[in-house]
């Protein structure tokens, strides 16, 4: 197999054998001409098929060692696509810590629909052992995760949820599969919000699910195509072109959320930085075997409360006040009121003084004085 990057930058994109054009035609179409009645080419209807869309699925499938990759409009289009294999009556089971729309999807759609989810500390064995029940059919986990960069093992949940006959799902957008490829660690399906770092440039909303098992696949395949929350091809062809450059942007991600990490922990006005590169982050030795750096993501929460750390996230320059993350440029948020409102009140919500980081690739000198000045306020 040749390298992350060769695959990044090859895989789904040779050139047009038509044309030559090193990159793959966005092919605008709703519908493909017919030779005869049924006599079909490609495909039938783009609902159905797209060849840009066929480049990106390639392409990423490879990346994340997967023999299926199915794209869609977004994050949550491709979770409600898997979730859909479930059928009322069933339980899935996530973590106590995860993105809010993930956790509104499965209880206000999913649970009105007869789905029902218990929230679990994935770091405690005898509480995970003890949530699953018959009904159990999904395990569903974030590693890094979304506010608090939590880290389990894949490996290990992976021996639970199969002990259970239950699938392990792992949202793999905080790492992208230049860090860690779950399926290759024992996990049956990976989620991601293309949305984030493989689009990489703020530009772009996405979704993608990839598998290697055959039977979630061909399901997966069936309800892009009957339910239709379809990527165009555009947006497949400008995630195609941000998954060319996933490797060098995560490493410089990585470099920057390091060193920023690093200056927050010695900040008087922070408490604490959620940030797996840590050697005392809980997650660390974990993420040290199971991802092959640390991530771009930092959290931390501010001394002075709530206020104060609303004053942090309005007083910076460099870092953009927005929610999302994994574009070029920083973004500073507050979770418990912005991306994660929708898990107020439950086992999920977040401190209401964290501030979340998506760490761009500026000049981290840059960063950290814009850091430094909005501490210092
Ligand atoms: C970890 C994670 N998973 C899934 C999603 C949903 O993705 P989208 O916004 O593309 O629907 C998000 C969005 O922020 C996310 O952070």
Not at 2 to 7: A, D, L, Y
Not at 126 to 154: H, Q, R, Y
Request: charged share 20%.
């Amino acid at each position: 197999m040749k390298g992350f990057n060769t695959r990044a930058i090859h895989v789904g994109s040779e050139p047009d054998p038509v044309t030559g054009s090193v990159n793959p035609p966005v092919y605008l179409t709703s519908t493909y001409a017919q030779d005869a009645v049924g006599v079909i080419r490609f495909s039938d209807y783009a609902r159905g098929d797209n060849p840009t869309r066929a480049a990106l699925e390639a392409c990423l499938a490879d990346l994340e060692e997967a023999r299926y990759g199915v794209a869609f409009a977004s994050g949550l289009a491709g979770e409600d696509a898997l979730l859909r294999t479930l059928a009322p009556g069933d339980h899935v089971i996530m973590g106590a810590d995860a993105y809010g729309g993930t956790y509104r999807l499965l209880t206000r759609v999913f649970g009105a629909w007869g789905v029902s989810v218990s929230t679990v500390d994935l770091g405690d064995a005898d509480a995970l052992e003890g949530a699953f029940t018959d009904s159990t059919k999904m395990l569903w986990v974030e590693t890094p995760s979304n506010p608090m960069l939590t880290v389990v093992s894949i490996d290990a949940l992976a021996t639970h949820a199969h002990s259970h006959g239950a699938l392990l799902v792992v949202d793999n957008t905080f790492a992208t599969p230049y860090l860690q490829r779950p399926l290759t660690l024992g996990a049956d399906v990976v989620v991601h919000s293309t949305t984030k770092y493989v689009g990489g440039h703020s530009d772009v909303i996405g979704g993608f699910v990839a598998t290697n098992n055959d039977e979630v696949a061909s399901q997966l395949k069936f309800h892009q195509y009957a339910i239709g929350a379809v990527p165009g091809p555009l947006d497949c062809y400008l995630l195609l072109r941000g998954l060319k450059t996933l490797g060098v942007r995560m490493e410089r991600h990585c470099d920057n959320a390091r060193a920023i990490a690093a200056f927050l922990v010695n900040h008087d006005a922070v408490e604490d930085v959620y940030f797996p590169g840590l050697a005392g982050h809980p997650g660390h030795e974990v993420a040290r075997t199971q991802m092959s750096d640390f991530g771009g993501m930092v959290s931390f929460t501010v001394r002075g409360g709530v206020d104060m750390a609303r004053k942090v996230c309005e007083s910076t320059t460099v870092f953009t006040l927005a929610e999302s993350l994994g574009g070029v440029e920083s973004l500073i948020e507050l979770p418990s009121v912005m991306t994660h409102l929708s898990t107020a009140g439950s086992t999920l919500e977040p401190p209401a003084n964290l501030v979340r980081l998506s760490v761009g690739i500026e000049d981290h000198d840059d960063l950290l004085e814009d850091l430094a000045n909005a501490l210092a306020i």
